[in-house]
């Protein structure tokens, strides 16, 4: 069960990166336009998910 865990939490921080990478590259292709708009949803969804992996 702990091996899982494990398993899990190292796919989220995988989905975490790359989610991050994706909104990077957004905000180099939109420069200007919804830039606060994509860093704040990635900062968002980023601590949710942190905030569920330590809660489980």
Known sequence: MAHQKNSKAFL???VLIIIILAA???LLLNRGAGTSFYLGMAFLVL???L????RS
């Open 12 to 14: 989220l921080s995988l």
């Open 24 to 26: 990077s590259v957004l």
């Open 47 to 49: 601590s949710y998910m």
């Open 51 to 54: 905030q569920r992996t330590e």
